[in-house]
Nanobody
Framework: VQLVESGGGLVQAGGSLRLSCTAS????????MGWYRQTPGNPREFVAL???????NLTDSVKGRFFISREHRKNNVFFTMDSLTHEDTTVYFC??????????WGPGTQVTVSS
């Protein structure tokens, strides 16, 4: 299983970015995909998840600003990030929990918000 991310970059505070992630390989139909983020010296933290059945979960700090979505029956996940602040600057990692099987990570994409 491989995860390929895109969409990171530099944006001004208050702006928006959209991250995308596509999973390929032996991906089962019932799975969970989402996003974590990690700043240097800190553990990777949960940001948002969405199951293949459409159930979502987001950490409180991004509710109302960030939106997770997926295409029906496709192994991808999108993350629309609005009203970005400097505190959102970090590396974002795509995540896949493959049914009851393994967990997989993308290589990470840098998001930088200039204040």
């Amino acid at each position: 299983v491989q995860l390929v991310e895109s969409g990171g970059g530099l944006v001004q505070a208050g702006g928006s970015l959209r991250l995308s992630c596509t999973a390929s390989g032996n991906v089962v139909s019932v799975n969970t995909m989402g996003w974590y983020r990690q700043t240097p010296g800190n553990p990777r933290e949960f940001v948002a998840l969405m199951t293949s059945l459409g159930h979502t979960n987001l950490t409180d700090s991004v509710k109302g600003r960030f939106f997770i979505s997926r295409e029906h029956r496709k192994n991808n996940v999108f993350f629309t990030m609005d009203s970005l602040t400097h505190e959102d600057t970090t590396v974002y990692f795509c995540y896949l929990r493959n049914g009851k099987g393994g967990e997989y990570w993308g290589p990470g994409t840098q998001v930088t918000v200039s204040s």
